[in-house]
């Protein structure tokens, strides 16, 4: 498959970094020279240096040839532009990045009438991570599959749940709750378990299950299941604004600390529900005052890593509030993890799963189609939903019959409407949803979750 990226910023090169494992013949645009001798260094890529809207670098960067065209450059209008010109003188799919609200409302019109295949909003989707998160707040991470009918979750194991010491088997017996756990991340491991792994305090568990089976057993174990009441937001932003618009409509309570006067008065315009405050989020009195020791949740979003950070940890010394961090550079990832400040929001991780999941689905046999894909434990695992749409050698066998792949589990199940944990006398249906979990790279198709 040919992809040309065009714009390599951070999400430019998070995308090179992770399509070159896709089987995949990757070429680079860009106008600054540097920034594509840098990355075809590091990655297996070919660099034109150029417009990307510009019909001659296009061209060279061979559009006549090419499947896939992806524009994140920092221009929403660029992006548009690129892929305009992509769908006249190529045949290829086109993908933007397209950021500003004011284009929220117009999406249905850019790919009827423009020709656009795909938009990304990497502002909105890490919003909506983050509402998840303060709707159940006792997970660090949520994915969503079948629409929202599941649920992968990621927690903590902390001493007052008194899992320690507990084989997976002896949990799922004694709690009587339709979950599957589909991954341990201790401190020297991380493993996709069978029913005889045992939990140990402080690992972080990811469990599959639908949002009411999953509140059961967190209620169960003594895990607060409810969404938080209010939130403090330090930044104005982009995502703030998205993520207010979120919480506001779930009857959140928002209060938004954002030093440049100009936004602030754009949000109380357009955020009229929510507090909005003139001031320094990093001032430490400022935010005593305006009652983050009683904040149920504090979301830290300015354009600084450090200061999200930072602010996160002071935050948790003072506080017993749900703690999300926005990063935005990717380098340092495992050593803010160790940080342990609840939830990180990577924007470029986002936006990169998005723009794969679609790129699968391009690749596969008519036979199903990769719906929803999330790089899981520091990317060394993957979780995918398949929407099976054909025959196939799975079809219609039980899953004891078939000779899976090692490291993989079938996880859920959504026919006719419901959802259930597979087991082994169970067979998988035309029509069927089915997320698999797994530590093999590459799953195009369901039929790849066979062993050769």
Do not use: W
């Not at 992006?79 to 004011?102: D, E, S, Y």
């Not at 509030?321 to 160790?338: E, F, G, H, P, Q």
């Not at 999330?374 to 000779?403: M, Q, W």
């Amino acid at each position: 498959m040919q992809i040309i990226i065009v714009g390599c910023g951070k999400v430019g090169r998070t995308l090179a970094e992770q399509l070159q494992e896709e089987d995949t013949d990757i070429t680079l645009i860009d106008i600054n020279p540097d920034r594509i001798n840098e990355i075809t260094d590091e990655v297996d890529a070919m660099g034109v240096v150029g417009n990307g809207a510009s019909i001659n670098t296009l061209m060279e960067a061979g559009i006549e040839n090419a499947d896939i065209l992806i524009a994140v450059t920092v221009s929403d209008e660029m992006n548009l532009l690129c892929c305009l010109i992509a769908q006249k003188t190529g045949h290829c799919h086109t993908i933007a990045r397209v950021r500003n609200p004011i284009y929220s409302k117009e999406i249905g019109f850019i790919k009827e009438r423009l020709g656009v295949t795909m938009i990304i909003n990497p502002e909105l989707a890490a919003a909506q991570e983050i509402s998840k998160l303060l709707r159940f707040p006792s997970a660090i991470k949520i994915d969503t599959f079948a629409r929202g009918k599941v649920e992968l979750l990621k927690f903590k194991v902390m001493p007052e749940f008194e899992l320690d010491g507990k084989s997976i088997q002896q949990i799922t017996e004694h709690f009587r709750c339709d979950i599957l756990f589909c991954a341990i991340e201790g401190k020297d491991y991380t493993t996709i378990p069978g029913g005889t792994n045992v939990i140990r305090n402080g690992d972080v568990i990811s469990i599959l299950a639908t949002p009411q089976n999953a509140a059961a057993f967190f209620k169960k174990i003594g895990l607060k299941t409810h969404q938080v009441k209010n939130t403090v937001i330090v930044g104005g932003g982009t995502i703030s604004y998205y993520l207010a618009k979120a919480l506001l409509a779930m009857k959140i309570k928002v209060k938004v600390i954002e030093k440049d006067k100009n936004r602030c008065e754009f949000l109380s315009e357009e955020l009229t529900d929510a507090t909005i405050i003139n001031g320094d989020g990093t001032d430490r009195s400022l935010l005593l005052e305006e009652g983050l020791e009683s904040a149920e949740s504090f979301v830290t979003l300015t354009n600084m890593d450090e200061e999200n950070i930072f602010l996160s940890l002071f935050a948790k010394t003072i506080s017993n509030a749900k703690l999300v961090a926005k990063v935005n550079r990717l380098a340092y990832d495992d050593i803010i993890d160790s940080l342990d400040i609840g939830s990180v929001i990577y924007p470029k991780y986002i936006t990169a799963d998005y723009i794969l999941q679609y790129v699968r689905a391009t690749q596969n046999s008519i036979g199903s189609n990769v719906e929803t894909l999330y790089h899981i434990l520091d990317g060394k695992a993957e979780a995918l939903e398949f929407k099976i749409c054909d025959n196939s050698p799975i079809v219609g066998r039980t899953l004891s019959e078939l000779n899976l792949k090692k490291n993989l589990l079938v996880g859920c199940l959504y026919r006719d409407g419901s959802v259930r944990i597979p087991r082994g006398h169970d067979a998988l249906e035309i029509g069927d949803r089915v997320v698999i979990v797994t530590t093999n790279r590459g799953l195009r198709d369901i039929n790849d979750i066979l062993a050769k």
